[in-house]
């Protein structure tokens, strides 16, 4: 069974840069997976950052930006502000109506 | 503005079957380039997808879910339904329903704000 893989978590001081990454525990991860991320605060829904590896949806700040790095998937926050205090989490596609979220990873911003 | 809205149970005995149903509206359940999903959280736990359904009635099931899962669609109504059968506690988590964006590329781009079921006797 394919697991895609996260940092589970990762801190990143205010104004900073952070990288997360999204991977496959066997193989590479390319844009042929369409990549998408989704951010989520406690007690809420998930919010739809990215899809299609690099494409902003409707409303996401510019400082975020996504990409693949190597054999992975990323998602990059340049600038990192308080409320990008999140848990973020990663969906590849398998192909055949088939998503596989990543395990999350708690971002921490102080 | 879409928005999704589930509604269900938040108890559900062991052994029963859990059954929820997403409600659409500020859009048609039956756009052509949509699927519909439900996606579960546990407790303190990550996201896991557990089916989607397509307006026409097709259907993908998590394959670890699948000999348990039924989701369905209900056209006029605008809805779309899920139901788990032989629950345990493992099952408890938030339900969420959400826009299934397939059209080569799969995302989810629009989301229920969840709903909890909490599974004991």
């Known amino acids: 069974q394919t697991v895609v893989t996260q940092e589970p978590s990762f801190s990143v001081s205010p104004g900073g840069t952070v990288t997360l990454t999204c991977g496959l525990s066997s193989g590479s991860v390319s844009t042929n997976y369409y990549p998408s991320w989704y951010q989520q605060t406690p007690g809420q829904a998930p919010r739809t950052l990215m899809y299609?590896?690099?494409i902003r949806s409707s409303g996401v700040p510019d400082r975020f930006s996504g990409s693949i790095l190597g054999n992975k998937a990323a998602l990059t926050i340049t600038g990192a502000q308080a409320e990008d205090d999140s848990d973020y989490y990663c969906v590849l596609y398998m192909g055949s109506g088939v998503p596989v979220f990543g395990g999350g990873t708690k971002l921490t911003v102080l | 503005q879409l928005q999704l809205q589930e509604s269900g149970p938040g108890l559900v005995k062991p052994s029963e079957t859990l059954s929820l149903t997403c409600t659409v509206s500020?859009?048609?359940?039956?756009?052509?380039?949509?699927?519909w999903g439900w996606i579960r959280q546990p407790p303190g736990k990550g996201l896991e997808w557990i089916g989607s359904v397509y307006y026409s009635g097709n259907t993908y099931y998590n394959p670890s879910l699948k000999s348990r899962v039924t989701i369905s669609v209900d056209t006029p109504k605008n809805h779309f339904s899920l139901k788990l059968n032989s629950v345990t506690a493992a099952d408890t988590a938030v339900y969420y329903c959400?826009?299934?964006?397939?059209?080569?590329?799969?995302?989810?781009?629009?989301w229920g704000q969840g709903t909890l079921v909490t599974v004991s006797s």
């Open positions: 500020g859009g048609s359940i039956t756009s052509s380039a949509y699927y």
């Open positions: 299609s590896t690099k």
């Open positions: 959400a826009r299934v964006m397939w059209f080569g590329e799969l995302f989810f781009d629009f």
